[in-house]
């Protein structure tokens, strides 16, 4: 079995100011590691995935996370804040094995942007 | 673009009444499921489908069953509504597991 830790459930930034959001895991095989986002009234989104290669993915609106084996550590960075960040951000992993086809999410983080 | 469905966004119903939610995927995805997300715990699994006709428990079934008659389509039951069934429901679909697309929620008040 795998879980998702997210130990900080809320965090303000000020805007244009640099933002982490930290997320660690625990799992006895290999996985796959995710960042969605909810927006107010919405759904969940996938914002990155790491799966396999290069252990630094991006997103097409400026956050970055990366895998970090030996610390089981997947934490989501961005150098640069807007107020359209403002949202909750859940951290999900997955078994990397065929046919496991279930996420587990970690308790999420409310990322709140100060203007 | 995917697009999921669910029937409701808002939806208030009194102890003990049936309630079935409804949730529809436009993409011919194998998997779907059924999440409630309450403050403080993030999403937890209720119940989940690979095909039509088939089921799994998730991590939080007990109350709730499920029916999938038809690909598209994944409904969630809940035979007698409790108050502490109160909650946001989230409805998913995927073809893999990575790439899960959500509903935009139906926020249930059971009073």
């Known amino acids: 079995a795998q879980s998702v830790t997210q130990l900080d459930s809320q965090v303000p930034v000020f805007e244009e100011a640099p933002v982490e959001l930290r997320c660690n895991y625990s799992s006895s095989v290999s996985v796959y590691l995710f960042w969605y986002v909810q927006y107010p009234n919405q759904g969940l989104q996938l914002l990155l995935k790491y799966l396999s290669g290069s252990t630094l993915v991006e997103s097409i609106n400026g956050f970055e996370a990366e895998f970090n084996k030996s610390q089981t550590s997947f934490h989501l960075r961005k150098p640069s804040v807007h107020i359209s960040d403002t949202a909750e951000y859940f951290c999900a992993v997955t078994q990397s094995n065929f046919g496991n086809e279930k996420l587990t999410f970690g308790t999420g983080t409310r990322l709140t942007i100060i203007p | 673009d995917v697009k999921v469905t669910q029937s409701s966004r808002y939806l208030v119903k009194r102890t003990g009444e049936k309630v079935f939610l409804e949730c529809v995927q436009d993409m011919d995805h194998e998997n779907m499921f059924w999440y409630r997300q309450d403050p403080g715990l993030g999403l937890r699994l209720i119940y989940f489908?690979?095909?039509?006709?088939?089921?799994e428990k998730g991590d939080i079934p007990e109350g709730y069953s499920v029916s999938r008659e038809k690909k598209e389509r994944f409904s969630l039951i809940l035979e007698s509504a409790s108050t502490n069934q109160t909650s946001m429901y989230l409805c998913?679909?995927?073809?893999?597991?990575?790439?899960?697309?959500f509903g935009p929620g139906t926020r249930l008040t059971v009073t």
């Open positions: 998913a679909s995927s073809l893999q597991a990575y790439e899960q697309y």
């Open positions: 489908s690979y095909d039509v006709k088939m089921k």
